[in-house]
């Protein structure tokens, strides 16, 4: 399976990308996300709990980030396993894009999946991957407002909380989600 997309975010490209480094963000941005830890350099085990149609479980993942090119891309490697109800596994290629009103995030999944979940059908899988994006980027714009009020005002005041170095991307875990839900979704087909 394959999806892609863009999100314009109207904060600069070093603070989303601050943003999407702190685990803290992204536990609180991503829905059903039980926690994010760090498990060596560039990895990190996820926990997450996933509904579509009928079928629910909490999904074990670990992601490895190759190819950092700080605060501009990055490719995400993610495994993901639901126990009875499926698992999946694939990559992402994420980039944050100076703009006019901020910066955008760009993304390009690539994922297979297995198990009970593949048999719920694409659309509900579909469905449940985009509502959980468009979750997980309206908590994400509503963190980053409250993080940093105006444009102008966030341009030249200084950083509000420190961001933990060697994090993982808030949009990688977004990514994560939506790559797991699809991949549920999948292998219940």
């Known amino acids: 399976m394959d999806m892609q997309g863009s999100r314009q975010l109207a904060v600069t490209q070093q603070q989303a990308w601050d943003a999407l480094n702190d685990p803290e963000v992204l536990k609180a941005c ?6 994010i830890e760090a498990t060596g350099e560039n990895a990190y085990a996820l926990v997450n709990a996933i509904k579509i149609g009928p079928v629910s479980a909490r999904f074990k993942g670990s992601i490895q980030l190759a190819n950092v090119n700080a605060p501009t891309s990055y490719t995400l490697n993610f495994e993901g ?7 999946g596994k694939g990559s992402a290629d994420v980039t ?4 006019d009103a901020g910066c955008e995030l760009g993304y390009t999944v690539t994922a297979t999946v297995g198990g009970k979940i593949a048999q719920v ?5 579909d469905g449940v991957a985009k509502s959980m994006a ?3 980027f309206k908590r994400f714009d509503e963190e980053m ?3 940093h009020p105006a444009p102008a005002e966030a341009a030249a005041a ?3 909380a420190p961001v933990p170095s060697g994090g993982i991307p808030a949009w990688v875990w977004i990514l994560v989600a939506i790559v797991v839900i699809l991949a549920i979704g999948y292998a219940l087909r």
């Open 96 to 99: 944050l894009t100076p703009s």
């Open 158 to 160: 200084p950083v509000q």
């Open 30 to 35: 991503i829905p059903g996300c039980d926690s």
């Open 121 to 125: 059908g694409q659309r509900l899988i």
């Open 134 to 136: 468009e979750s997980f």
């Open 81 to 87: 396993n639901g126990g009875a109800a499926g698992f």
């Open 145 to 147: 407002q409250a993080r």
